[in-house]
């Protein structure tokens, strides 16, 4: 079917034109990159000494949670990027070619899976560099990081609906923050569950950031994994798919200004 | 519909909210002409392009672009346009060569042909030079141009162009001017919006002169002139004591009884052919002296102010307007 094979082309071209703003102005780079890095580097160092996780070094701990967090926040360039799109009226020549309706989103999305390899990369040097280590089978490890992208796609969808329906990008930007910061504190991200009030632990506990942090660390740290690996896919297959309809279908009736 | 309409629109219409942008438009453009929407800002002309390139669904009537039906058939629609719009609609990141090949990769042009188009349209819209430098360091025209460049990268058989030339200096807009009539030249279909009268009456064949959503007006450029009123000799006299002498002596000339506005003698001619020197003699026989004498010709500012009834001062205040509505 040549429908879809344009599709995949499309998506392609778009994808690669969203991925060389990175290169072409890197001042993105540094938010994905240096942001979730100063993270590290205060918890390890500022809060980690207060918290205790048992079974694990805090770092150990820690590294998962983060690298979870920075994925929920890799789509924010979708958002951004979309947003201005709209505003420069680059959506409505895209939506005047013989192009496929979704392609600017689809492509948008697969970017980001690059843009958060290069994040994922440059967490764990320096997860290890503060002493991270691994406890688990190579294979587990591949796992793990595909979990990692798997994830921040699903967020890629919920950033790119987010950018649609933002004014600008700045709006875009700090509805953003508020809707997923929150999200990823009251999670076993940075602490243990445990450690919270009963109501907090209840959210906590069925919180999908708590799910994917967990599977993590069964993955990357060997801990007992439960439902924890098949709950985060599902968790993120159903949030790109829920997103991924919401989004195609405000993109088909954007409209500038 | 005859093969040879490239673009035919009937009673299009097109609210938003509360408000009435397209309140049954017809226009009708044949191959290989220019259609010009003249009027004011907010006058629906940004809604009938986005109807007619796709983008927006209208609320009631129908339009065929390419033979192709809007609403039913836009996927095929899309593969014969090109627009333009209002905005530089190219991404900033990307060098101008990488923006024409993404747009010729979108038009899904066979292998090869982006990097062949993008090369040919970049020396043609002299941005050869600023091939490979990244679009944010264009200045406004070089990325108009390259924006229009982008429009034409699948050499459509219909042009969209919403506004080309807004905020342009003069010399980038004689260029583009030059760029649009040689696709004109080579057959290309073109709707041109403007709020520049020269530029409709340099660019188009026809001309639809559409406001509050509605065509209020339509012709050539000279039969609109003439339905605001045709050509007019203005005679100055040296005496205004000569005024009757010098309108009986015209009279038999003129279309209509000449009259004296502002000190100067308004005479209405059918044909303009030998005009000044019949007048001359005319009035050299009856003795009237003669300051000044010039054919005038209503412009397409006349028109449209009679048309939309903006005059130059904000209000008409005579009443004018709600006759017209």
Redesign the interface.
Known sequence: MSGLR?AV??TL??AK?SF??IP??PDLLLSFTVQPIMFVLLFAYVFGGAITTPGYDYIDFLIPGILVQTMSFGGFVTALGLSEDLK???V????????SRA?VLTGRTLADVGTNTISITVMLVVGVIVGFSFDAPLLHIVAGILLLLLFGYAFSWVFAFIGLTSSSPEAAQSLGFIVIFPLTFVSSAFVPVESMPAALRDFAEVNPFTITVDAMRALFLGAPAGNYVWGAVAWSLGIAAFFAVLAVSKYKRA??R | MSADVAIEAEGLRKSYKDVLALDGIDLRVPAGTVLGLLGPNGAGKTTAV?IL????PPDGGSARVAGLDVSRQA??L??K?G?A??????????TGA?NLE??G????LPKGEPRARAAELLERFDLADAADR?VRTYSGGMRRRLDLA?ALVAQPPVLFLDEPTTGLDPRSRIGLWETIEGRVAAGTTVLLTTQYLDEADRLADRISVIDHGRVIAEGSSDELKDQVGGERLDVTLESEADTEAAIAALEPLAAERPALVDGVLRVPVRQRRGMIAEAVRRLGEAGVGIDDVAMRRPTLDDVFLTLTGRAAEPQGGDGEEGEER
């Open positions: 344009d082309s499309d071209v778009l034109r060389l703003r072409r102005a420069k009226g680059l409505d020549r895209f939506r005047s070619l013989p192009m392609a409209v500038v | 986005r390139t796709t983008l927006l996927a095929q899309r593969t346009i627009l719009g209002q905005y530089a609609a190219v991404d900033e990141n990307l990488e993404m747009v990769r979108l038009y899904h990244l982008a």
